[in-house]
């Protein structure tokens, strides 16, 4: 017998969900018992609205007109599963036989729900790393100075207080971002001693770096 599922849990999905896409729609009785091609299509939208998730599945995965086993169907969901658990550091008690059979979609929400705070997370972590390169840009302003090392220093810290601070130890995404991280930092640090080799003394509005307006 499937269970039914409560008013609130419903209302918290759309509302996790809901400002990052707007088909698949969010009903009440597609949540009420989430068939697989819908959760598919939520994956689907995710990725091409957000980022989120993007290269953790094959193009094959991606079309629903392959995934049609129940197998291929069980793999899809492992992948999403252990990687929203890894990116978020919550655990979902959740059988992915059950998933596809429509039994347990209080714990299919709680999936989407925490699909949801991933992405927040994530545009979390991008507005930590603006912030983090606004600071380093303006660190060197005030300061002056070769600050190479000192930058690298910062972006190895900055990595490990993203992993803390935002569950991503673990993840199948952590070394993907943290090596674009680094790579921006890298880029950063020669922009900034190209850029003090001819401008020692210019004021903010005469220099030639990028200062990003937060």
């Given at each position: 017998?499937?269970e039914?599922?409560?008013p609130?849990?419903?209302?918290?999905?759309?509302?996790?969900l809901?400002p990052?896409?707007?088909?698949?729609p969010?009903?009440?009785k597609?949540?009420?018992k989430?068939?697989f091609?819908?959760l598919?299509?939520?994956i689907?939208?995710?990725i091409?609205?957000?980022?989120?998730?993007?290269?953790?599945?094959t193009?094959?995965?991606?079309?629903?007109d392959?995934?049609?086993?129940?197998n291929?169907?069980?793999?899809?969901?492992?992948?999403?599963?252990?990687v929203?658990?890894?990116t978020?550091?919550?655990?979902l008690?959740?059988?992915?036989?059950?998933?596809?059979?429509?039994?347990?979609p209080?714990?299919?929400?709680?999936?989407?729900?925490?699909i949801?705070?991933?992405?927040?997370q994530q545009?979390?972590?991008?507005?930590?790393?603006e912030?983090?390169?606004y600071?380093?840009?303006?660190?060197?302003l005030?300061?002056?100075?070769?600050?190479?090392?000192?930058v690298m220093?910062?972006?190895?810290?900055?990595?490990?207080f993203?992993?803390?601070?935002c569950?991503?130890?673990?993840s199948?995404?952590?070394?993907?971002r943290?090596?674009r991280i680094?790579n921006?930092?890298h880029?950063?640090?020669?922009?900034?001693?190209?850029a003090?080799?001819?401008?020692?003394?210019?004021?903010?509005?005469?220099?030639?770096i990028?200062?990003?307006?937060?």
């Amino acid at each position: 017998m499937v269970e039914n599922v409560k008013p609130e849990v419903i209302k918290k999905t759309q509302d996790l969900l809901m400002p990052y896409f707007n088909k698949p729609p969010l009903t009440v009785k597609l949540l009420k018992k989430p068939p697989f091609r819908f959760l598919q299509d939520i994956i689907l939208s995710v990725i091409k609205t957000t980022g989120f998730l993007n290269g953790v599945f094959t193009d094959e995965e991606l079309n629903p007109d392959n995934v049609k086993n129940r197998n291929m169907k069980i793999n899809f969901l492992n992948k999403l599963i252990y990687v929203v658990e890894s990116t978020t550091g919550n655990h979902l008690s959740i059988k992915t036989s059950k998933i596809i059979a429509g039994l347990e979609p209080t714990k299919t929400n709680e999936l989407l729900q925490l699909i949801g705070k991933a992405i927040q997370q994530q545009f979390y972590v991008h507005f930590l790393w603006e912030r983090a390169n606004y600071s380093i840009t303006m660190m060197w302003l005030l300061l002056g100075g070769n600050v190479v090392d000192d930058v690298m220093g910062i972006s190895n810290g900055f990595c490990i207080f993203l992993e803390g601070e935002c569950g991503l130890l673990g993840s199948m995404l952590t070394l993907y971002r943290s090596a674009r991280i680094i790579n921006h930092v890298h880029q950063l640090a020669e922009r900034i001693d190209h850029a003090h080799e001819g401008s020692m003394g210019m004021s903010l509005e005469q220099s030639t770096i990028p200062i990003r307006r937060v």
